[in-house]
């Protein structure tokens, strides 16, 4: 008798082996035919347990969102795209099931239950269920948050495939082409092309003129030597008071600047250039030994009113330069 209980056993153990194997590729045979038709695959409760529970020989990453308007989930609308950019590109590459992969999703308004199982507060969260038999087998799913806000397709991507078994098949991600964005590129760059056919006799001899060149350079060079670049590091403030309701527009000290002081340098600095180019330049050529005259004496008092102003505003710098020029 213990003989034959024996054998019944043993023969009980290898029919529960035998069946158990073809159950188990029909479940990943069945989500996976469904999702070549309509990925990721849409989930319930009930789904939901179905594909996560019980033995798995295969991955399967579930989004776990809230899309609808009354949840306000602005991020979970927002990485939608992305994720159906990376699961329609994995399945879509992997036809055949080789990577042994599956994609779903659970919306917060189909699957409360498993919400409040998981205990969640906020979405969207992934979950990535490994196998749990063979030689990869994890007891428990592996969690993404967006702490970080959204993410592109490609850096969930990265995420899952450092997940995956070592050696498994991980399809790179196809985006679909935006022809919008073709068809707007493509009209701007007509239109920049038409623009300056037609501008080009107007605009080409503006830009080849030589005093625009020169005057845009004389300006940067201005800018830049009366510490525009200092202003940008040192982060100063435009001006300053002196504490007694007064505006101080220049600061002591050559480790310190204003803003504005910066500004009505350089509008020293040019005003000293210009009547300089105007003496060595201009005048030379004016034909009117009169107005010729004139204009010495004007460009002349320009420049020494407005070097006397420099040197006031240098001895504001340093209070030890002994020098001044009348009448600042």
Request: hydrophobic share 45%; aromatic share 14%.
């Amino acid at each position: 008798m213990w003989f034959i209980r024996a054998a019944y056993l043993a023969l009980f153990a290898f029919g529960c082996i035998t069946t158990a194997k073809p159950k188990l590729a029909d479940k990943f045979k069945d989500f996976h035919t469904k999702s070549l038709s309509s990925t990721p695959l849409r989930l319930d409760d009930k789904i939901y347990d179905d594909l996560t529970t019980g033995p798995r020989n295969y991955t399967a990453v579930v989004l776990l969102t809230a899309l609808d308007a009354r949840f306000g989930c602005q991020l979970c609308k927002d990485f939608q795209p992305e994720w159906d950019v990376l699961s329609k590109s994995w399945t879509k590459a992997d036809r055949r099931g080789d990577s042994r992969t599956l994609y779903a999703q659970l919306d917060f308004a189909d699957g409360k239950g498993t919400f409040q199982k998981l205990m969640l507060q906020t979405a969207p969260v992934i979950y990535l269920f490994p196998p749990s038999v063979g030689p990869d087998a994890r007891a428990e799913p592996i969690r993404y948050d967006f702490t970080l806000g959204l993410q592109t397709a490609e850096q969930i991507h990265g995420w899952i495939s450092r997940n995956l078994p070592a050696g498994s098949y991980q399809p790179p991600i196809q985006r679909p082409l935006n022809y919008i964005r073709i068809v707007i590129v493509t009209t701007a760059v007509l239109g920049l092309i038409t623009f300056f056919s037609v501008a080009a006799p107007y605009i080409l001899p503006v830009i080849q003129n030589r005093n625009l060149w020169a005057a845009i350079s004389l300006l940067i060079i201005l800018l830049f030597t009366s510490g525009h670049m200092f202003n940008h590091i040192r982060k100063v403030p435009y001006v300053s008071g002196d504490g007694n309701g007064n505006i101080v527009y220049f600061a002591g000290g050559f480790s310190n600047q204003f803003g504005l002081e910066t500004q009505i340098v350089a509008g020293m600095y040019g005003i000293l250039s210009l009547a300089t180019i105007a003496l060595a330049l201009k005048v030379p050529r004016i034909s009117d030994p009169q107005s010729q005259q004139i204009a010495v004496f004007t460009w002349g008092g320009v420049m020494f009113f407005m070097y006397s102003f420099l040197l006031s505003v240098f001895r504001i710098k340093n209070g030890g330069y002994p020098f001044h020029l009348p009448p600042f």
